[in-house]
Each structure stands twice: as C-alpha cells, then as structure tokens.
C-alpha cells in the first residue's frame, strides 16, 4: 500500500518559518508586500485571489487585492502596473491570470520586472533555471517549487534518479523538468505527442502527472517491480463531481511506494510556494 506524501505538514513547516522571517523583515521596517491583480470576477480567480490574501496575511506579510473592471482598458491596465513595479513599497506583483479576451494577447510575464515576478514567468528568472539555478537566483515557478518542496520533506534525492514528467506546459512541465535536471535527475519530458508513453512511465523512479485528464495514469503505467513515487499535478472533476488527480489513486495504491494526493497534495503547495518567493523578493529588494 502505497504512503500518502499529503501537503499539510510540509506547508505547516514552511508557513511557521515564513512567519518568523517576516517577523524578522519587519523588525528591519520591511513588510513584505504583495499586490495581486484580479480583472474581471472569473469565480475561481476570486476564490484564488482571496487565498492568497489570506495566506500572506497569516505569515505577517502585507496582501492588497487590485480589482479591475473586466472591461478596464489596455492602457489603464498597462499603466497600473508600470506604476506597482515603480513603487519600491511593493515587493510582489501578481497577475490573476486567465485575463479578459482583450488583454489575453499580454505577456504578463515580461511585463511584471523578474525581481517582483512571484510567478516566476520572467524570462530573465527562467534563463536562470537553463543556467542550472535551484532557487538561489531565480524566483521559480509555483508549482514546480512546491513539488521539489515536497520531495525534499520526504528525503527523496533525485540524483541519478530517472524521472518522468507528462506535461509540456510553461507552468508546470518545462520548469519542473529543469529544475529537476538541476538537481541532477534524468528527465524524460513527455507530451501528448508521446509514442510508447507506457514504456517510458514503466523505466522511471518518479512519474510528475500534469496531464489534466482525470485518473489518466492507473496501475497498467507501472511497473510493479520499481518502488515508483507519484506526484500528481491534475485538478480535475471525476464522473460524479467529485475533485480528482490525473492519477487512479484507488487503483495504482497497490502498485507505487509513495502518493500525493488530490485534493491535499500538490495544489496546497504553490501558494505556499507563492509566500516564499514573496519573502525572498523582499528580502532581496531590501538587501539592494
Ligand atoms: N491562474 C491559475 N494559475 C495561475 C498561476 O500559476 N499564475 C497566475 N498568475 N495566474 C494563475
């Protein structure tokens, strides 16, 4: 029976430490600051956006929710934030992103400077992680950095390891595929274009599911011989309703050594992700 490798005690972990480097930002007079822009009232974007707030306000950061009307013009837009990556108060600067169809051609990521970029889309933070970064320099992506958080918690050491991600995407699969690279893991990356996707999943130690199909991978991807170790990415809608990974959890248990899962697993983990990258760009701004 495979063991669950659940969020909450690494989050809890992480959240204690951010509280007490806030703590100690602030006796320096710096107040982490993160302003989140929200276009529109896409309902999950106001759910997204209001646990954010409430998460930086919990480790005694500064978190001020921007809501622009849905028809807010290109060059108002534009111009709101110009001035948040002036302002030297600011320390974090947050696209809610899908944006409306007229501002969707926007690359927000160049647009927010990359030592505020908490998404960790500027090309300058991402050229980092090419350059072999694990962190140091860059602020990495959400998501990524939490699943390397939570691999780091359970003592998995991905040197030498083989790794398989399913997922190409900017947010997830790329990144993650260079950060555990960096971490001198070999990365298979595969697609929806993969030939043989069983084959690959059957060789590797660690299989990273971003695909966004529910309950895609089930025991028939791996190998039972392997101590396999499953992260799973997915936020999907199972045939009832109910929330579910890209992962059969009910039906790989058997067959894997350890689990994340859905709900409770990675998706807890990049908002966690989200305050450490403010801190440290706090921390960094103040330092220059
Ligand atoms: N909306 C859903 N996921 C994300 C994310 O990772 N970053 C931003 N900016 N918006 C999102």
């Known amino acids: 029976m495979a063991t669950l490798l659940k969020a909450a005690p690494i989050s809890q972990q992480i959240v204690d430490d951010l509280t007490e480097e806030c703590s100690n930002l ?7 600051n993160l302003k989140v822009i929200l276009v529109g009232e896409h309902p999950p974007s106001v759910i997204y956006t209001r646990n954010k707030k409430k998460f930086m306000e919990n480790i005694g950061a500064e978190c001020e929710i921007i809501k622009l009307p849905q028809d807010v013009k290109e060059d108002e837009f534009l111009k709101i934030i110009n001035e948040l990556s002036e302002d030297a108060k600011v320390h974090g600067l947050f696209v809610q992103l899908p944006l409306p169809k007229h501002l969707d051609h926007i690359d927000v990521g160049q647009l927010v400077p990359p030592q ?8 300058q933070n991402l050229y980092q992680l090419m350059k072999g970064d694990k962190g140091d320099k860059a602020l990495l992506p959400c998501t990524p950095k939490g699943i390397m ?13 083989n790794v398989v991600v399913i997922g190409r995407s900017m947010i997830v699969g790329k990144p993650l595929s260079l950060l555990m690279t960096n971490a001198n893991a070999t990365v298979t990356l595969c697609h929806s274009r993969t030939k043989g996707l069983k084959k690959e999943t059957q060789k590797a130690d660690i299989i990273v599911a971003a695909i966004g199909k529910a309950k895609f991978i089930d025991s028939s991807f791996l190998s039972p011989q392997k101590d396999q170790v499953l992260i799973d990415v997915g936020i999907n809608h199972d045939e009832n309703g109910k929330l579910c990974g890209d992962i059969n959890e009910e039906d790989v248990s058997q067959s894997c050594a350890l689990l994340t899962p859905v709900p409770g697993g990675v998706g807890k983990m990049t908002i966690v992700s989200l305050g450490q990258n403010l801190v440290a760009a706090a921390k960094r701004q103040m330092e220059n």
């Open 149 to 161: 958080s939570m691999l780091d918690y359970a003592d998995i050491d991905l040197n030498g390891k």
């Open 26 to 32: 602030k006796k320096k007079g710096c107040t982490p």
């Open 116 to 123: 505020k970029d908490v998404d960790g889309f500027h090309a």
